[in-house]
């Protein structure tokens, strides 16, 4: 029974949970405006695609780190 205790340490967030507000603030911004190159861009896939890529991964962090700073742990 000895052998089932767990002697690791605590998991330990890279980002100290102050800063959350804060990191999803300018991930989400930083997503808007991404979204809003995305309309003034020209027609093309091969300058759309890489932003789009872009701001959706920044929105989507940025949207996570929201849930966060307001109490909802995913």
Avoid: R
């Amino acid at each position: 029974m000895e052998a089932m205790q767990w002697t690791g340490e605590p998991f330990k967030p890279l980002v100290p949970p102050s800063l959350f507000p804060f990191a999803a603030l300018v991930l989400l911004v930083l997503g808007f405006i991404g979204v809003a190159g995305f309309s003034f861009s020209s027609k093309s896939v091969t300058k759309e695609f890489p932003l789009a890529v872009v701001a959706s991964i920044l929105l989507g962090f940025g949207s996570v780190f929201l849930f966060q700073a307001s109490g909802v742990y995913l």
